[in-house]
C-alpha cells in the first residue's frame, strides 16, 4: 500500500512544517508524534497543517494527520471510522506492509492507538480494538466500521491544509456503509470491561474529552 508521493500534495506547508514531517521515517514515529501532543477536547475537525501548528487533536484530527503523514511517506491515506453504541465513534489511519494492516489513531484513552501490521484482515485489525473499546461505564461498545476511505477523495477541498473545520469528512463518514461486527441479540451478552482494564485505559484522560453514556 505504499507509492511514490506527489511532492504537489504537500507545496502548502511551509519549510517548517516539511521539516518536521522529514522527521517521520516510519508509522511508529507518527503514533510517537501523536501521543506526546495534547488532546483536543473541542467538537472542531483541524487540518493536518493546523495541527502541526496548534500542536493538538482529537481522535478525528489525529486520524487525519496520520493519514497525511503516511501519504507524505508513501502510503495511501485511508481511514476507518469505527462506529459504537453509547459511546463516542473513533476514527484510524490504516497502512499496509508486507500485506499486513496497522493502524495510527489518536485517542483520549490509552488503549485505543497503535497498532502494529500483523493482521491480515482488515476485520482483524478492528476486532483488536473491541476488547478495549468501551464507555466509562465498562460497556463494550464498538458495533460496526467502515471500508477503508482514500482521503485523495477531498484533495479538491485542501483536507491537508485548508485553516476551515473539517466537519464535512465526518458527516461523510456517517453516510458510507459500516459492517456490522456482532450480531445485536449478541449485545446483551457481552460482559463488562474489567475494572482494573478500565482504569488502565481511562487513565491520564481529559474529562471534558470523555463521552458520558446513557445509564441503563
Not at 33 to 56: A, D, G, M, V, W
Not at 115 to 122: A, I, S
Not at 155 to 171: C, P, R, S, V
Request: hydrophobic share 40%; charged share 25%.
Amino acid at each position: 500500500m505504499k507509492r511514490k508521493v506527489k511532492n504537489s500534495s504537500f507545496v502548502n506547508f511551509n519549510v517548517n512544517e516539511l521539516e518536521i514531517l522529514r522527521s517521520f521515517k516510519s508509522p511508529i514515529d507518527i503514533q510517537n508524534f501523536l501521543n506526546n501532543i495534547e488532546y483536543n477536547p473541542e467538537y472542531i475537525t483541524r487540518s493536518p497543517k493546523e495541527i502541526l501548528k496548534h500542536k493538538k487533536a482529537n481522535c478525528f484530527e489525529g486520524a487525519l494527520f496520520a493519514a497525511a503523514t503516511l501519504r507524505f511517506l508513501g502510503y495511501k491515506p485511508l481511514i476507518v471510522d469505527l462506529m459504537a453504541k453509547n459511546d463516542d465513534d473513533h476514527v484510524i489511519a490504516i497502512f499496509k506492509q508486507d500485506k499486513f494492516y496497522g493502524a495510527i489513531a489518536k485517542s483520549n484513552t490509552t488503549l485505543l492507538r497503535f497498532r502494529e501490521p500483523v493482521y491480515k484482515t482488515l476485520r482483524e485489525l478492528v476486532l483488536s480494538y473491541f476488547e478495549f473499546y468501551f464507555n466509562t461505564l465498562g460497556e463494550k461498545s464498538l458495533r460496526s466500521y467502515s471500508n477503508p476511505i482514500d482521503l485523495t477523495i477531498f484533495d479538491k477541498y485542501n483536507w491537508m491544509t485548508t485553516d476551515q473545520d473539517l466537519e464535512f469528512i465526518g458527516d461523510y463518514l456517517f453516510k458510507v456503509y459500516h459492517h456490522p461486527i456482532i450480531p445485536k441479540k449478541f449485545e446483551k451478552k457481552l460482559n463488562l470491561a474489567d475494572k482494573e482494564v478500565i482504569n488502565l485505559c481511562f487513565s491520564g484522560s481529559i474529562p471534558e474529552g470523555l463521552f458520558v453514556p446513557k445509564k441503563k
